[in-house]
């Protein structure tokens, strides 16, 4: 079974540019989640889906993130602009009905 | 503190040595696992434990949970130089996951 793909799993931008990064679920897994490590710091929860609707989305940082899970299979992420401090580790995470998160290999995202 | 608190932060060790790393958390929990990440790659989860388990073996891995405490530990038995990488627990809430700083183990061979 194909577990949670991510891509890219590496992205360099410049201050200001649209970075768009994409989370493709385990198949059949109605929840999905984004988190973030930041320069080395602890994992931050960003936001939850269930299908295609936001469950929880405390955790986004601005208005500069949009998450969208149109169809209510895979997940996109779009950072615009981005800035020096979004620079990190965005990893995505499944599960079936709330149940074990099982997480992406995560996208490293360098904002210069 | 924060939920899913590891302790140590750093841990070295020598080969075949045993690690050990301790997880508190506050509130309550359904489960608790532990990941694995490897320096610029992902997350690899190792174990999850639920709350009414006490504990729980994976190969070299065991991992304790004390629900009157809310505290987990994570034993690594025999480590090899593999095994270098930053250990973190997570809480799992049914919505979101809560992750602690991490335990940066090092083993030498």
């Known amino acids: 079974e194909a577990g949670v793909t991510q891509f890219p799993s590496h992205s360099v931008i410049e201050k200001g540019q649209t970075v768009t990064l994409r989370c493709d679920p385990i198949s059949g897994h109605d929840n999905l989640y984004w988190y973030r490590r930041v320069m080395g710091k602890e994992i931050k929860f960003l936001l939850h889906f269930v299908k295609e609707s936001k469950q929880d989305e405390s955790g986004m940082p601005n208005n500069r993130f949009l998450a969208e899970r149109t169809g209510g299979t895979y997940s996109t992420l779009k950072v615009q602009p981005a800035e020096l401090e979004d620079s990190g580790v965005y990893f995505c995470?499944?599960?079936?009905?709330?149940?074990?998160?099982?997480f992406g290999p995560g996208t490293r995202l360098l904002v210069l | 503190s924060q939920q899913g608190e590891e302790d140590p932060q750093a841990l070295s060790i020598q080969e075949g040595e045993n690690a050990t790393m301790n997880c508190s958390y506050k509130?309550?929990?359904?489960?608790l696992q532990w990941y694995r990440q490897n320096s610029g790659r992902g997350l690899v989860h190792l174990i999850l434990?639920?709350?009414?388990?006490r504990e729980k073996h994976s190969g070299r891995l065991r991992v304790t949970l004390d629900t009157s405490k809310k505290s987990s530990s994570l034993l690594i038995t025999a480590s090899r130089a593999a095994d270098t990488a930053s250990y973190f627990c997570?809480?799992?809430?049914?919505?979101?996951?809560?992750f602690g700083d991490g335990t940066t183990l090092t083993v030498k061979p």
């Open positions: 434990i639920r709350s009414n388990e």
């Open positions: 997570a809480t799992d809430a049914r919505s979101k996951s809560t």
């Open positions: 995470a499944s599960s079936y009905r709330g149940e074990t998160q099982y």
């Open positions: 509130t309550s929990i359904n489960n």
